[in-house]
């Protein structure tokens, strides 16, 4: 019989080791379902590590993939952390890229940096903007901010599909001939597209160091400022932070914006890193909204593990688009995802907890005797009785 | 021979089995083993125990203060070595025939013998043995956390033991489910009811049995059936009537009703009287008399001295999960201060207001002033209540659970809103529903609710010590938190109050006792004006409770004025300068404490305004 104990002192270490260990355990399991498939597990993973990292241009390309991923992944683990689910990413990464794209055709005869700036600042704004939203409603008329955030995803993909598909808006690029025909976004000025930093062959984009610094950022802010202080009170307990004087629901619009505004900023990367005008099929087909929400849960809802798990999630999807067709099935990599997201977040509960086992009694008990039966007592009580029920905490 | 009370010492009539085993006829299940042991020299035959029990090595508790006392009375058995205390009656037979009395008695019902259960790293029980006969109310003492209640959870067959053995009728069980206790007639009435408030008590009564009897054709009948069993037990309440229009009293009626009514012959009763009025408790008291002597055999648990020598047969004491003693609360004119003595294994005096020798009250610092309020249903849970307490006054709040105290508590610290009236703080009004303006006025909060409003528990010491002060510029600039000044504070708080922890711990992992001083060191050195605190011993064993109360009247001392809301009515009338009494959300008026007796508090506290 199993049970689990809480453990009293977590290490650091050891709070990373659980989840590696976990990693470790979710590639042999892949390597069950490579071999199953045809290939060679190990060749695989060589290719893998090649495509996404070693090969020449691999890592810029996990970089780029990592990117909306990690700027997601904190969007989610911002409002996580205070317990308010935050499922509308996607829709606040395409209003930001939509606000993005706003300000970069707007500011196009400027200069490069203030585009950029620009671009940044509207991404972020639109964003932010989109969750007050739910977080509005969450806080001061208690709808439930899942359901409303995510129902404004719809709202939000719909919108910019119609700015581009069904609509003459300013988003949309009408002055070709082809471009009245086949629907496409205007395209931002090239100088307005975002510079990449290159570190000895690799190219860092400027999306993924602002998000990376804002992980940074944020990790401060929850462990060392009042803020991060009264997200911790809250999300421990609303009674007590109510008790303390904490204004819950100013807080809630505080975090559901900065939420918000991390996921416009993907979507302003997103615009303008890679796609330099603005795309709803590319966008919504990307749903790097939703994985954000993956990226933090694998991360255990810590901000510097978000940069770990952005980075892990967009090399897989980097080494899968550059397999795909070889040796490699397609549809492989959303499997390797989830397993290694299923093998991670399912063991996320030993960091806690330490399973132990008891052992089965010998004589088990063969049935209690019933009130009329009289006959030698059937149960000889063991000196340990299993209890089916896991002792989390008397 | 007259049954005196026996006190059972650790495992050491567990030859009892032989005994039990003889006289129903059964076949002893270790019969080799005892046949074995019993020809074995005395001396290498330590207990006689069953081969299970032997597996791990038996403990004689060492010789304690109370246990001194009691050796010159105790045999040790000339064959198994075990030793047994008697008193009185040690001489009407050596302890074979003392067992034999005991189990060929056809009086004993229940009885659980060394039991022990363990959880990760607590002792729950350790070989606890308990024997209740037929027609006896017998009380379970002890502190919280002595065992009372995981031995009540063996008792139903919510818990398995680790060790040991029950047995009905001198039958050994093994329960593994409550409904499998329930066969055998051991039923639980919990504090919490388990009734269906939109359902007739009468159906309440019936609810789960076979052959219920929903339909409307067998309603009148068995209205008329439960009516009449009612009336048979003492427990009279009219079963048409739905559970949600009676009174606490009169719900815990249906509870003890639908148990017999189902065939209880053991009656376990959890700390049946917290939720009661001193003349709800009498009735209580009268009913269970009654069912005693109509052969039901009845479990009181409690920790109330008083409720137990005066309901109760006999009384097993509990300590830290041991056994300490099972004693006739009639033949040896118990006294409460032997009792408390046995449950806690020292002399206890808790501090009381007398024992501080400054007594003046001085200028309001807080006062309430007509204050209303209603719940989320728009009904008035507050009704029109004032009040003022005084600088260095203690101003207790007495009344049943769940008549507007806690509601109260509320308004004042903002954490609820007033439809009507006025808080002052001072000469300050406080802003409604606004808890942040009450704690900057300088109103302190120790909530009912430990761990969870008062605390927060994943977090550390030092992060819930600065709970209400963390945006004070000692310990946060520019909303960066100063982690050096929290740190040195913490600590000193931690010395200051006698905190068991360091500052990073987390509250979860401590223990009740030190939790509360963690709450009460945010709370008093934040220089509070007024102090509202809500049971604030409740859970806590002696120590902390007189650790607690000290803190309390020490705060009197710096001029704090303190509004002591509390179920205990001991502890108000023990605390208090003045008692208030609180029904239905108003207050039925105001005792001096010198003038205080606990029968006109008891009827205010049943809806008896005061003449004033």
């Known amino acids: ?394 | 021979m007259q049954q005196a009370g026996l006190l059972y010492v650790d495992g050491a009539d567990t030859r009892v089995w032989d005994r039990a085993t003889k006289h129903s006829g059964m076949e002893h299940p270790w019969a080799d083993e005892v046949t074995e042991k019993a020809t074995a020299a005395p001396e290498q035959l330590g207990v006689l125990t069953p081969p299970q029990w032997l597996s791990r090595p038996l403990r004689y508790r060492q010789a304690s203060p109370l246990w001194s006392d009691l050796l010159p009375l105790a045999t040790v058995h000339p064959k198994t070595g075990g030793c047994s205390c008697m008193t009185e009656a040690a001489e009407g037979g050596g302890l074979e025939q003392q067992a034999d009395a005991v189990l060929t008695n056809e009086k004993t019902v229940i009885s659980a013998i060394g039991i022990t259960k363990t959880f990760p790293g607590v002792v729950a029980n350790d070989q606890v043995t308990l024997r209740v006969r037929r027609g006896e109310v017998h009380a379970l003492l002890g502190e919280n956390g002595s065992g009372k209640s995981t031995l009540c959870k063996i008792l139903t067959g919510l818990y398995r033991p680790d060790a040991g053995i029950l047995a009905v009728d001198g039958r050994p069980v093994a329960f593994h489910s409550p409904r499998h206790a329930y066969d055998y007639g051991v039923f639980m009435v919990q504090q919490h009811f388990s009734l269906v408030e939109r359902l007739t008590v009468a159906e309440n009564v019936v609810l789960g049995m076979a052959h219920a009897g929903f339909r409307r054709r067998g309603r009148a009948a068995r209205n008329e059936a439960i009516a009449a069993a009612g009336k048979l037990l003492h427990l009279e309440v009219d079963p048409s009537r739905y559970i949600w229009q009676l009174s606490v009293g009169e719900r815990q009626r249906v509870e003890i009703l639908k148990a017999l009514y189902r065939g209880a012959r053991i009656l376990i009763l959890d700390e049946p009287t917290t939720v009661l009025t001193p003349q709800e408790c009498d009735q209580l008291f009268v009913t269970l008399r009654a069912l005693a002597s109509r052969g039901t055999a009845i479990i009181f648990i409690s920790h109330k001295l008083r409720e137990v020598l005066s309901v109760s047969d006999r009384v097993t004491v509990l300590r830290k999960g041991a056994t300490v003693a099972t004693l006739d609360v009639r033949e040896q004119n118990l006294s409460p201060q032997h009792l408390a003595y046995l449950m806690v294994g020292r002399d206890v005096v808790l501090s009381t207001r007398a024992d501080s020798a400054s007594r003046r009250t001085g200028s309001p610092v807080l006062s309430v002033e007509s204050v209303t309020s209603e719940n989320e249903y728009g009904r008035d849970v507050v009704k029109d209540v004032s009040f003022t307490v005084g600088s260095g006054e203690i101003v207790g709040l007495a009344g049943v659970a769940g008549n507007g105290q806690r509601e109260l508590a509320e308004i004042i610290t903002g954490l609820r809103g007033r439809t009507a009236g006025l808080v002052r703080v001072g000469d300050r009004v406080l802003k409604s529903a606004s808890p942040g303006d009450a704690i900057r006025a300088g109103v302190a909060y120790v909530p009912e609710d430990r761990f969870g409003t008062g605390l927060v528990p994943d977090l550390t010491v030092a992060d819930n010590l600065i709970l209400k002060q963390f945006q004070n510029r000692e310990f946060s600039r520019w909303t960066v938190i100063n982690a050096e000044a929290v740190a040195s504070w913490s600590d000193r708080c931690i010395t200051d109050f006698d905190i068991r922890g360091t500052r990073r711990t987390a509250v979860r992992q401590l223990s009740g006792g030190n939790a509360q001083k963690v709450l009460l060191a945010r709370e008093l050195s934040s220089g509070p004006r007024a102090l509202v605190v809500a049971s604030p011993t409740r859970g806590l064993d002696v120590a902390a409770t007189d650790a607690v109360r000290k803190l309390l009247i020490k705060a009197t001392g710096a001029g704090v004025g303190i509004l002591l809301i509390s179920e205990d009515l001991d502890e108000v009338l023990e605390l208090a300068d003045r008692v208030l009494v609180m029904f239905r959300g108003a207050v039925m008026g105001t005792v001096d404490r010198r003038e205080a007796d606990r029968e006109t508090i008891g009827l205010m506290m049943a809806g008896t305004a005061r003449d004033r």
């Open chain 1, 1 to 394: 019989m199993i049970r689990l104990e809480r453990r009293s002192g977590v290490s650091l270490a050891f709070r990373v080791a659980v989840p590696c260990a976990a990693f470790v355990v979710a590639l042999l399991v892949i390597a069950i379902l490579l071999v199953a498939s045809g290939s060679n597990p190990v060749s695989t993973y060589q290719s893998m590590v090649s495509a996404a990292f070693t090969s020449s241009g691999g890592f810029s390309a996990t970089l780029v993939n990592a990117t909306p991923l990690v700027l997601t992944g904190l969007c989610a683990t911002v409002a996580f952390r205070l317990e308010i689910y935050n499922i509308g990413g996607e829709g606040q990464l395409y209003m930001g890229a939509m606000g993005a794209t706003a300000a970069g055709l707007a500011l196009g005869h400027m200069p490069g940096f203030v585009i950029i700036l620009g671009m940044v600042l509207a991404g972020a704004a639109a964003g932010a903007a989109w969750a007050l939203i739910p977080a509005l409603l969450r806080a001061y008329l208690g709808t439930n901010e899942i359901m409303t955030s995510l129902m404004l995803n719809y709202v939000a993909g719909l919108f910019i599909t119609y700015l581009i598909f069904d609509s003459a808006s300013y988003w949309r690029n009408l002055s070709s001939a082809a471009g009245k025909v086949y629907p496409t976004g205007k395209t931002i000025p090239l100088a307005g597209s975002w510079p990449n930093l290159g570190v000895s062959g690799v190219n860092i984009p400027l999306g993924f160091i602002i998000g990376v610094g804002l992980a940074l950022c944020s990790s401060w802010v929850l462990r060392r400022t009042t803020l991060g202080y009264r997200i911790r009170v809250a999300a421990g307990s609303h009674a007590a932070a109510r008790y303390g004087g904490i204004r819950l629901s100013r807080l809630i619009v505080i975090v559901m914006v900065v939420s918000g505004l991390l996921a416009g900023l993907a979507g302003a990367s997103e615009v303008g890193g890679v796609a330099h005008l603005l795309d709803p099929t590319g966008l919504q087909q990307a749903q790097y909204g939703y994985a954000g929400i993956v990226v933090a849960a694998l991360a255990g809802f810590e901000p510097v593990g978000v940069i770990v798990s952005g980075l892990l999630l967009g090399a897989i999807a980097s080494a899968g688009t550059q397999l795909a067709g070889i040796a490699f099935p397609v549809g492989l990599v959303g499997t390797m995802e989830g397993i290694v997201l299923f093998a991670v977040v399912s063991t996320a509960i030993f960091v806690n907890y330490r399973v132990r086992w008891t052992t089965k009694s010998t004589s088990a008990p063969a049935g209690a005797p019933s009130a009329e039966e009289v006959g030698p007592p059937p149960t000889a009580p063991s000196n340990t009785v299993t209890v089916p029920v896991l002792n989390r905490e008397i």
